[in-house]
């Protein structure tokens, strides 16, 4: 560094790691006796995993923690564009920027996990589900996203990010009890989704199990904490047979888990043949055109857990098929 420099941080970093960031590039200018002006900006990113162009170009808004007058004056002209014109446009400081980012992925983790729980309750008492996530959401206090129930969520972010403010609060002194829930909230519902299966299907021992999608959401070859991932190894374990596909992750399914021992399928359709139970696990759009009216003929037996809740039960039902859902009569 021999001038000014503007050092913006877009990273999902604990809180903190701005400001250590900053006393390391202080320490090295002291050592080569430099005397040059910098500032650190903290400036999260909120983009999703298979929507991330739209996200940029679209965003929900745009954070940055700054210190300095010059900083806050560089970031802003940075987002003089058009597409950003009306998106709100927060500015705070750094350890706040930071914590933006933590609380927002952990609510959203905390929101399906409560959702989850909830569906286990309707499985229970004879509700539905699907209505009471649709009438939850035109509250406008609560809104509708992030109200699909399912086998879990996965991926890079939640469970790191979840993890990582987890220890923040141990470090400062704090236990975050809500927050800490939801992670073992998460592990007993990938664990109850093998359940769901075993209730319905009985010993897995001998019995051939299909898998519709190994990542942990549509749109993306993530296979990072996916509830498939889980739910294909205790198939094995406990004696099934399991063929999957999935449109994108296939080979990272390879790579990361050469030992498993799975048939890997070139078709939905295909992977469905012989199958004594179909599993969707991701809500691949391209899942929703299945021909269940022919697949009933290529099928050992006839059996659906829908663990996204993609499919019409009655529709499913009236072609012969035993159909489960989560949280759904």
């Known amino acids: 560094m021999d001038s000014y420099k503007l050092i913006i941080i877009k990273s999902t970093v604990p809180i903190g790691t701005c400001r250590h ?18 500032d650190i ?29 010059k900083a806050k004056s560089l970031m ?4 003089n564009a058009d597409i950003f014109k009306n998106t709100p446009f927060i500015e705070t400081t750094i350890e706040t920027s930071e914590m933006i980012k933590y609380a927002s992925n952990a609510f959203l983790a905390t929101k ?23 009438a939850m959401g035109l509250d406008q206090r609560i809104g509708d996203k992030f109200l699909n129930p399912g086998p879990g969520f996965g991926g890079s972010c939640f469970p790191k990010d979840i993890k990582a403010i987890i220890m923040i609060g141990k470090d400062l002194g704090y236990t975050p009890n ?8 998460n592990l007993l519902q990938k664990k109850h989704s093998v359940k769901m299966i075993k209730d319905v299907v009985g010993d897995f021992r001998n019995k ?3 898998v519709l999608g ?5 749109e993306t070859d993530d296979i990072r904490e996916s509830p498939s991932i889980f739910i294909v190894k205790e198939l094995l374990k406990h004696g099934g047979k399991v063929k999957v596909f999935d449109p994108k992750a296939m080979d990272n399914m390879k790579k990361l888990n050469p030992k498993l021992k799975v048939t890997y399928c070139d078709c939905e359709n295909s992977a469905c043949e012989g199958s004594d139970c179909i599993i969707l696990a991701t809500e691949w759009n391209q899942f929703k055109s299945l021909d269940f009216a022919k697949l009933i003929s290529t099928v050992n037996t006839p059996i659906i857990i829908d663990l996204k809740n993609l499919f019409d039960p ?3 039902r009236d072609l012969g098929f035993l159909y489960k859902g989560v949280g759904r009569q």
């Open 21 to 38: 960031v900053k006393r390391i590039i202080e320490h090295v200018l002291k050592e080569q006796n430099k005397m040059v002006e910098f």
């Open 314 to 316: 009655n529709e499913i």
């Open 178 to 185: 809500i927050i800490k829930s939801v992670m073992k909230s």
């Open 208 to 210: 051939t199990f299909t």
């Open 41 to 69: 900006v903290s400036n999260p990113e909120f983009l999703r995993e298979g929507s991330a162009l739209y996200d940029f170009s679209c965003p929900d808004r745009i954070v940055i923690g700054v210190e300095s007058g």
């Open 76 to 79: 802003r002209s940075i987002y």
């Open 112 to 134: 399906i996990s409560y959702i989850n729980e909830i569906a286990n309750i309707c499985e229970l008492c004879g509700a539905d589900i699907k209505i009471v996530a649709e």
């Open 214 to 218: 190994l990542a942990f959401k549509p």
